[in-house]
């Protein structure tokens, strides 16, 4: 769908949505006091910490930190991205998506489209069978290892020989002609006649997310012939630099993936697929992306690359560290693997077996191991300047890295390598002393620690996240806006936000903020523990919060009018506001009526 899904569609959608039982139809939940527990399904672990509150709309795992709304969920459990999970839910919930009419139209475009990629793929399997070349094409498959089985999980068949067998099969109209034309299956010539881009090869389809067939790959049978690989173009359906081969078959062998592979070819993953290691995806005719990551990533937190072992492939190799350094947060690990020379994983495959084979992935090098080896091998650490090249060459690489963390365990790691002070090895490379390690405590022990030295603005945030309802009582936010305090502009928006939305729950308000940057402080805040187990106890402790914030509100102000009043007179409207704000300051030191 084209464009933003308008808020009060999200909204409407999560409260006809019980968080609930969307997970539970997923991951079997027991009831725990108010809320609901199971074992995470994010990872293992032997007791439940992940839990699930049906009054704040919200999951938290206390183990891994996974959190968020039902939203949240499909797209970490199901590995749907936001559209796709908005979609599911309106399906389960019955409403419709709003979409202008130029937004029908183009469905309707790639609909069709999508359904002249599956007519083409039907052909080209037909053809694996029936062609009479076909049998050439089932000896190589059956050559490389391959099972009629695996050929046909993936869908593979076989387009023949000739200018226009797919055109005679699919095409039969000029608007049919210039469908497959326009996703690549076609080809027009200077005449505008047509003529089939894929003859007499091996044909891969290859399946977006939602496993729609979105473009092909093409393998020559004979290797005398050229391009040994042929991709589809680019089209409405295809973007090559986005998409990975392999991915929705994965997801499909697999509900939960440990780690992700990502080889050179087609061929590569079938095979391995073949020999039971169904995790392997490969990128379709191009070097990594930025765009490939996020996919990798929402489906695993560990990725392992394969390249070949020359010096071409470690030259890949550093460009897609290079890709990965910003996008190594909390959780994810990246690792290269590197083959031998004349080795491919389908060749190795076939030589090792699978144990084998998968021990190899379980070896593959840290990226961290990998940054490191290279730059020491750029540099004379024996010369005089070779520690200040080293400096250089590594300071560009510790800016992208964006996990604090992980950068100053790479300083450590790299002072010891080089035998030198951790600390010294920060002040040349200007960074800031890493954080000292506290004792390590559970992590809801922790959470219940961190929540009692909250500020009264987060306190504020806190409650009204777990209970929106408390800011219908809570007066003019408005008057929060004087308060000169980091956060209070975002507490005020808040209390408006619940005010003017009297059904809110938690896990809405947090969708609003998920592209904003307060979002992730908003979202911990929403996992942290309240220690009131009674609405009275948690309105008493909302309202005492705000009071003392008014107290530091009127004292603020009333100071800054003091001061002035001690440079030169203050105007009348200034008087008046002084007297109101030693009213109000009387007022608010007498005991509360909450107590």
Not at 448 to 469: D, F, Q, V, Y
Not at 486 to 502: K, M, Q, T
Request: neutral net charge; charged residues 25%; hydrophobic residues 35%.
């Amino acid at each position: 769908m084209a464009g933003r899904i308008p808020q009060h569609f999200i909204d409407e959608l999560l409260n006809r949505i019980d968080i609930v039982d969307l997970i539970d139809s997923r991951v079997p939940l027991r009831k725990a006091g108010r809320d609901f527990q199971a074992r995470c399904p994010f990872h293992e672990e032997k007791s439940p910490s992940f839990t699930v509150s049906q009054t704040k709309q919200f999951y938290h795992c206390f183990g891994c930190g996974a959190h968020g709304s039902a939203i949240s969920f499909l797209m970490e459990y199901d590995h749907l991205d936001f559209i796709e999970a908005i979609k599911e839910l309106a399906d389960k919930a019955g409403i419709a998506l709003p979409s202008t009419e130029e937004e029908h139209t183009h469905k309707a475009v790639d609909k069709d489209l999508y359904g002249v990629m599956e007519e083409a793929c039907n052909f080209y399997r037909q053809q694996l069978r029936s062609h009479a070349d076909g049998p050439k094409a089932v000896e190589y498959l059956k050559g490389r290892g391959l099972t009629g089985q695996i050929a046909n999980d993936f869908g593979i068949g076989f387009a023949p020989p000739g200018w226009d067998s797919l055109l005679k099969t699919a095409g039969g109209s000029r608007q049919r002609e210039a469908q497959l034309a326009t996703t690549g299956m076609a080809i027009t010539k200077e005449d505008g006649r047509h003529y089939d881009r894929f003859r007499n090869r091996i044909m891969f389809p290859i399946r977006d997310r939602r496993g729609r067939i979105i473009a092909f790959g093409g393998r020559v049978i004979d290797n005398n012939d050229t391009p040994k690989y042929l991709n589809s173009p680019e089209s409405p359906l295809f973007h090559k630099g986005k998409e990975l081969y392999g991915l929705y078959e994965a997801r499909q062998a697999q509900r939960q993936i440990d780690r992700l592979l990502v080889v050179e070819g087609y061929m590569d993953v079938v095979a391995l697929a073949q020999h039971g290691i169904c995790y392997a995806v490969a990128t379709l005719g191009t070097a990594l992306t930025t765009d490939h990551i996020a996919p990798l990533y929402r489906t695993t937190q560990e990725v392992v690359f394969c390249f070949d072992g020359d010096r071409a492939g470690r030259d890949a190799a550093w460009k897609a560290l290079d890709i990965m350094l910003p996008e190594l947060n909390e959780g994810r690990t990246a690792r290269f693997m590197f083959l031998a020379d004349g080795e491919d994983p389908d060749t190795l495959v076939r030589k090792v077996g699978q144990e084998a084979f998968e021990l190899e992935v379980k070896n593959a090098v840290p990226l961290s191991t990998f940054l490191l080896d290279n730059l020491l091998q750029q540099v004379d650490m024996g010369a005089i300047d070779g520690r200040a090249r080293l400096v250089e060459l590594v300071r560009p690489k510790l800016a992208k890295i964006s996990n604090a963390v992980f950068r100053h365990m790479l300083i450590n790691a790299l002072a010891t390598r080089i035998h030198i002070n951790a600390q010294e090895l920060l002040q040349l490379l200007g960074e800031k002393s890493a954080p000292v390690n506290q004792t390590k405590r559970p992590r809801q022990q922790q959470h219940n620690i961190e929540s009692r030295k909250l500020s009264p603005i987060r306190t504020a945030i806190t409650l009204l996240l777990n209970h929106p309802s408390l800011a219908q009582s809570a007066g003019d936010p408005q008057r929060y806006l004087q308060l000169a305090e980091p956060g209070i502009r975002l507490l005020v928006e808040l209390l408006e936000l619940a005010l003017n939305n009297p059904h809110i729950n938690c896990g809405t308000i947090l969708e609003r903020w998920r592209d904003r940057p307060e979002g992730k402080h908003l979202s911990k805040l929403a996992s942290a523990p309240v220690y009131h187990t009674t609405d009275e106890g948690l309105e008493m402790e909302f309202h005492d919060t705000l009071r003392l914030l008014d107290r530091q509100r009127v004292e603020q102000e009333h100071e800054r009018l003091r001061r002035k009043s001690e440079t030169g007179p203050l105007s009348q409207e200034e008087k008046r506001k002084f007297t109101q704000l030693l009213s109000e300051k009387h007022a608010l030191a007498q005991p509360s009526n909450n107590r």
